[in-house]
């Protein structure tokens, strides 16, 4: 693609940033492999470090094997983000809020920065929410601004999931440690319940992830190419038409029911009930009862809320969680996988894995309580790309990660926070959860790597620093376990 035009009788270059671009998209459209290729090679390494560390094949096949179902109910729990998060974007109020927004920029690179503002904040809400909401955005806007880049307004869609999305509520993290249920056994004595008022709503996190979401919006402006060099919707023979879910029209009297806002404005009533009793059952007030008591199935249940007084009749409400199930098939096939491996890294009660002591030794080893959350950020960065998922992978790191915290007194809090912080980072270039908004684009992963590229580039030391500076301003708390 030529990143070069005539102006004014000589030759006008593009923005280096915006050749950087083009040449990274470019080279990640041809080589860029599957996400599910990155879980598989996740399991080869990890058995065979764990036959280096004295472990024979039949072990290391028991603990992968007696690992794979573990996270069933945490599996559907995420898949559940993802299809709440679907329903509640695409019904008609937000829908509208999606294409209003989508008249305010008017330039191709002002409409790929304003896509980004709202993807990242958005995340903080709900990833789930965010990729159907910003895929949406991309379509509107490009309908309305038809010069836009289609390649870098998809790779500003998905800058929630690769900057800030876990530093918000939906943190996997943050919810599973905040929820006594969901933490493992084997990790419950490490870490105890950490709720949210000692990970995202501290205000480090709160000042990171504003930093991080101005540094996103800024570098997809200076990335964007302009009319001259884009590569627009139509040169991929896309054209986004509106979103439409038409439920059939009702055909017998005992469907009423089905078309009718009644039985949703009663089971809103009950469930708004349940949450205000569960809130204020809390000590230190509302807003400290939802701190403690927001966890991963409260925050399912707000969502699921929400979806149905937004569609307001139940068959509307169906007909939208028919059309997201599709997109949840990534966590569903994958998170099994991703559990073998953890399995593999802790073993059983019985028959201890060798791998997680010897990571959380290694880790006192080589750090210190300085230098201890830059290492932790580099290590959750690296492993993200072989295993692609937030709450998965803290199930596996978070036994040796947080033992090793313990030993070098650091604020057990914002590990989880320096966690969240890094993991988000490989998100940018592993397409496993680029499964939804690609659907919503009908776009390939490699199409968006390249501009989701230059982003991680530029946040990899910005997050290395914020949260090496943010340790330092937090005490060592023991862990707290509930009887």
């Known amino acids: 693609m030529a990143a070069t035009s005539l102006s004014g009788g000589g030759r006008q270059r593009e923005p280096a940033a915006v050749r950087l ?8 459209e041809r080589w860029f492999p599957d996400a599910f ?6 399991i080869v390494v990890v058995f065979v470090a764990g036959l280096f560390l004295g472990r024979s094949p039949a072990q290391m096949t028991h603990y992968f094997g007696g690992g794979f179902w573990s996270l069933i ?7 559940l983000i993802v299809i709440f998060g679907y329903v509640v974007a695409s019904s008609p109020p937000v829908y509208r ?4 927004l989508a008249t305010i920029p008017k330039g191709p690179r002002s409409a790929v920065a304003w896509i980004a503002l709202f993807a990242t904040v958005s995340s903080l809400l709900s990833w789930g929410f965010s990729l159907v909401f910003s895929g949406l955005l991309v379509r509107e806007v490009v309908r309305r601004v038809p010069q836009t880049d289609y390649r870098a307004a998809g790779a500003a869609g998905y800058l929630g999931l690769g900057s800030v999305w876990a530093l918000g509520l939906s943190s996997s993290a943050a919810l599973l440690m905040a929820t006594k ?4 056994a084997s990790l419950l004595p490490i870490s105890g319940v950490l709720p949210f008022s000692a990970t995202i709503f501290l205000w480090q996190s709160v000042v990171m992830a504003i930093i991080l979401i101005a540094l996103s919006v800024l570098v997809a402006y200076l990335t964007a190419p302009d009319a001259r060099t884009a590569r627009t919707a139509e040169s991929y023979g896309i054209r986004p038409e509106p979103l439409e879910i038409r439920s059939p ?3 017998r009297p005992g469907e009423w029911l089905e078309y009718s806002p009644l039985l949703t404005i009663l089971i809103v009533i009950v469930g708004v009930a349940y949450l205000a009793q569960l809130f204020g059952s809390k000590a230190g007030g509302i807003a400290a009862g939802i701190a403690q008591a927001l966890d991963l199935n409260t925050y399912n249940f707000i969502f699921l809320l929400g979806g149905l007084l937004l569609h307001w009749r139940p068959r509307r409400f169906l007909e939208a969680v028919s059309r997201s199930v599709p997109a949840t098939a990534g966590v569903l096939i994958q998170f099994p996988f991703y559990a073998g491996i953890f399995g593999m890294i802790t073993g059983t009660p019985g028959d201890p894995s060798p791998i997680s ?3 959380a030794e290694l880790f006192v080893r080589v750090s210190d309580p300085n230098s201890y959350p830059v290492l932790v950020s580099i290590y959750s960065g690296v492993l993200g790309l072989f295993v692609p998922s937030g709450g998965s992978k803290w199930v596996i790191e978070a036994p040796y990660v947080l033992q090793a915290a313990n030993d070098l007194k650091v604020n057990l809090g914002w590990v989880v926070q320096i966690y969240n912080a890094a993991e988000a980072l490989p998100n940018l270039v592993n397409p496993f959860w680029m499964l939804p908004l690609l659907g919503l684009l009908g776009m390939r992963a490699r199409d968006l790597v390249g501009y989701a590229t230059v982003q991680l580039l530029v946040h990899i030391p910005v ?4 949260t090496w500076l943010f340790a330092q301003t937090l005490p060592y708390v023991a862990p707290l376990v509930p009887q």
Do not use: N, Y
Not at 463 to 466: D, N, P, Q, R, S
């Open 181 to 184: 249920g969901s933490i493992p």
């Open 357 to 359: 002591k010897w990571l």
């Open 249 to 251: 029209e009702r055909q």
């Open 21 to 28: 671009g083009v040449a990274i998209s470019d080279w990640t």
């Open 97 to 100: 809020l999606v294409r209003w």
């Open 73 to 79: 109910p945490f599996t559907m729990q995420m898949a």
């Open 37 to 42: 290729v990155f879980a598989l090679v996740g």
């Open 463 to 466: 997050v290395l620093f914020l």
